[in-house]
Structure formats: C-alpha cells, structure tokens
C-alpha cells in the first residue's frame, strides 16, 4: 500500500484537516525552520552561544526528520506518537533556550509549535483509533 493509501487507510478524527493541506503548511514551517535554525547553528559554530543553547534545535530537527519515515515508512503509528511528542518537547526546549539570546528566533517559531501542537494531538488521536 502507497504511503497516501496508508494514511487514507486510518482511522482518524473528524476533525482531522485534509491531506493536502499538509504540505503547504510544511513548506510555509519550513522555511521559517531554514532561517532561523540556521542563524542558531551559525551563531553556536561561531561560539556567540553555548552549544547546549543549539542542542535541543538539532535534536528538533533529527526528530523532525525522522518523523516521516516512522509515520508513513514503517507505518508505525507508536514510535511516530512518542517521536512527535519529542518534537513537540524540543521545540518548547529551544524556545527557551534561544529566548535570552535571540528573542525574534523564539517569536519566530510560535507557528511551528501551533502547527506541531495541533498535529500531536492529531497524531495521537490516530494513535488511540487505530490501537
């Protein structure tokens, strides 16, 4: 089965947006994801913040990515539910991390943790239906 005839396969919630609107949704994330985690690397490689202050928008990012083959490779709904529960957690980490420093990077990502909070929940909701 293709990985949109998967994902149609599932049981999900009412309230669960249409597949089409992930990807500009995504694409809109992610650039906002390019700028700003790029300013953090840049700035924690050249030494004007601590390391741990990057550390949890690298492990962000290694969750983020690993999300989808989770998901829609291995069709497996509990390592996706608890890795997006780890994407959610780094992002709260990192906005609190980078705020001292740089508060626009902060304020920059209160649309990913939006979106990420409403698509764990939507994760999860998918995670109980199809238990």
Request: net charge positive; no cysteine; aromatic share 20%.
């Amino acid at each position: 089965m293709k990985t949109y005839e998967s994902y149609q396969a599932l049981i999900k919630p009412s309230w669960a947006p249409p597949s089409y609107l992930f990807g500009p949704v995504w694409s809109f994330l992610y650039i906002l994801i390019f700028i700003s985690f790029g300013k953090v690397f840049m700035m924690a490689f050249e030494k004007t913040i601590p390391f741990i202050v990057a550390l949890p928008f690298i492990l962000n990012l290694i969750f983020n990515i690993i999300y989808t083959p989770l998901m829609f490779g291995l069709k497996n709904n509990t390592l996706a539910s608890i890795d997006i529960l780890l994407v959610l957690g780094t992002i709260i980490w990192m906005m609190i991390a980078i705020f001292p420093h740089m508060r626009w990077i902060t304020y920059i990502q209160i649309p990913y943790l939006l979106w990420v909070s409403f698509a764990t929940v939507l994760q999860l909701s998918i995670y109980f239906l199809n238990k």
